[in-house]
T-cell receptor, first 118, second 111 residues
Framework: GAVVSQHPSWVICKSGTSVKIECRSL??????MFWYRQFPKQSLMLMAT?????????EQGVEKDKFLINHASLTLSTLTVTSAHPEDSSFYIC??????????????FGPGTRLTVL | SQQGEEDPQALSIQEGENATMNCSYK?????LQWYRQNSGRGLVHLIL?????REKHSGRLRVTLDTSKKSSSLLITASRAADTASYFC???????????FGQGTRLTINP
């Protein structure tokens, strides 16, 4: 099956620093990738939709200047949390969508990145 | 915004019993999907049911979809301790091109 990887799997940083998280589709090309955030014991909240070669579409309430998304190729999307603060500590999950022959879009999820901001 | 609501929020049963989780949504959908998430881990896709389907089976999993009531249920039969996890429904709304997740059900299987 299709595999999506994320790097790093966890990161601890100081307040005010920037952190980059990578999302890669390993064995397929993903025209669209999604970034989610999940706080403890809560559900996944979609942050943004990233299409290869174009600007990301952010969900309402998500600051695009704080969460920079780059989708430079069909297998890589990056999320940069700029000037991170403790309230940005969360579990960040990406997913990649691949078109299937049945025209039913299937998303494959990465294992997530745990960000802790001190 | 989240469009899916799940109930119960938490469910604790004995091993061997059946577990039923429900999901309701608000808009027309292309399909509805169920995922499992172990604590602190990524999502595992369980099953996808299309809007023109009413029931689907996969091993010990049975999913139903009632588009007239905008609801779905996930039944896990003969539960095992390894089924302990959070379960989420996610809807692929028509025209939205994205998945929206429900609040999830935390399932605990007691040995």
């Amino acid at each position: 099956g299709a595999v999506v990887s994320q790097h790093p799997s966890w990161v601890i940083c100081k307040s005010g620093t920037s952190v980059k998280i990578e999302c890669r589709s390993l064995d397929f090309q993903a025209t669209t990738m999604f970034w989610y955030r999940q706080f403890p014991k809560q559900s996944l909240m979609l942050m943004a939709t990233s299409n290869e070669g174009s600007k990301a579409t952010y969900e309402q309430g998500v600051e695009k200047d704080k969460f920079l998304i780059n989708h430079a190729s069909l297998t890589l999307s990056t999320l940069t949390v700029t000037s991170a603060h403790p309230e940005d500590s969360s579990f960040y999950i990406c997913s990649a969508r691949v078109k299937t022959p049945l025209a039913t879009d299937t998303q494959y999820f990465g294992p997530g990145t745990r960000l802790t901001v001190l | 915004s989240q469009q899916g609501e799940e109930d119960p929020q938490a469910l604790s049963i004995q091993e061997g019993e059946n577990a039923t989780m429900n999901c309701s949504y608000k808009t027309s959908i292309n399909n509805l999907q169920w995922y499992r998430q172990n604590s602190g881990r990524g999502l595992v896709h369980l099953i996808l049911i299309r809007s023109n389907e009413r029931e689907k089976h996969s091993g010990r999993l049975r999913v139903t979809l009632d588009t007239s009531k905008k609801s779905s249920s996930l039944l896990i039969t003969a539960s095992r301790a390894a089924d302990t996890a959070s379960y989420f429904c996610a809807t692929d709304a028509r025209g939205a091109q994205k998945l929206v997740f429900g609040q999830g059900t935390r399932l605990t299987i007691n040995p």
